[in-house]
T-cell receptor
Framework: AQSVAQPEDQVNVAEGNPLTVKCTYS??????LFWYVQYPNRGLQFLLK??????LVKGSYGFEAEFNKSQTSFHLKKPSALVSDSALYFC??????????????FGGGTRVLVKP | EAQVTQNPRYLITVTGKKLTVTCSQN?????MSWYRQDPGLGLRQIYY???????DKGDVPEGYKVSRKEKRNFPLILESPSPNQTSLYFC?????????????FGPGTRLLVL
């Protein structure tokens, strides 16, 4: 069975400092990996995804993530956090293996609080 | 504007009273899905549909029904709601079922079952 772990329930960071949100995954085959962000009272918005190719993926709002196959990780990063980045972030994985049925599995979410 | 809409956004009901949450997308997407979001558990898939008249169970289908009679609509039906179905529900769609496709989410429906 596939799974996603986001080990931190909350990340606090000062505005202007680097932001990292951790994600590790487990799949039987190779993964498609996604990051979504949820602002208060809103649905999830797509940030970025890894399909294949370059391990460093760049996405919306200055976010990027690095796929690390050996560590089965896909950490989300932003060099300089903004107060407006305060939100709930979800990592998600799909197993490319056909038998997995294209199921999308989400992590439990990490709340990011950026203080001025 | 390309979007996924859900109605109602907020709903308070009582145990056993049937309810339907509607979901509609205007992007001609083939794939639609329902999730519930509970604190610390992330999003869990309830049902999904690969196209009209094709639906299948997700991880937590018990107590829910769906139908896909038209491509744009994918209603979620709770025949006899119970308090453990109190949750935040999201509908999502993507162009195809391909694993790399991005899903687009509706604004959510917050349900309280008393």
């Amino acid at each position: 069975a596939q799974s996603v772990a986001q080990p931190e329930d909350q990340v606090n960071v000062a505005e202007g400092n680097p932001l990292t949100v951790k994600c590790t995954y487990s799949v039987s085959g190779n993964p498609y990996l996604f990051w979504y962000v949820q602002y208060p009272n809103r649905g999830l918005q797509f940030l970025l995804k890894y399909i294949t190719g370059d391990n460093l993926v760049k996405g919306s709002y200055g976010f990027e993530a690095e796929f690390n196959k050996s560590q089965t990780s896909f950490h989300l990063k932003k060099p300089s956090a903004l107060v407006s980045d305060s939100a709930l972030y979800f990592c998600a994985v799909r197993d490319r293996t056909k038998a997995a049925g294209n199921k999308l599995t989400f992590g439990g979410g990490t709340r990011v609080l950026v203080k001025p | 504007e390309a979007q996924v809409t859900q109605n109602p956004r907020y709903l308070i009901t009582v145990t056993g009273k049937k309810l339907t949450v509607t979901c509609s997308q205007n992007m001609n997407h083939e794939y639609m899905s329902w999730y519930r979001q509970d604190p610390g558990l992330g999003l869990r898939q309830i049902y999904y549909s690969m196209n009209v008249e094709v639906t299948d169970k997700g991880d937590v289908p018990e107590g829910y029904k769906v139908s896909r009679k038209e491509k744009r609509n994918f209603p979620l039906i709770l025949e006899s709601p119970s308090p453990n179905q109190t949750s935040l529900y999201f509908c999502a769609s993507s162009l195809t079922l391909a694993g790399y496709e991005t899903q687009y989410f509706g604004p959510g429906t917050r349900l309280l079952v008393l």
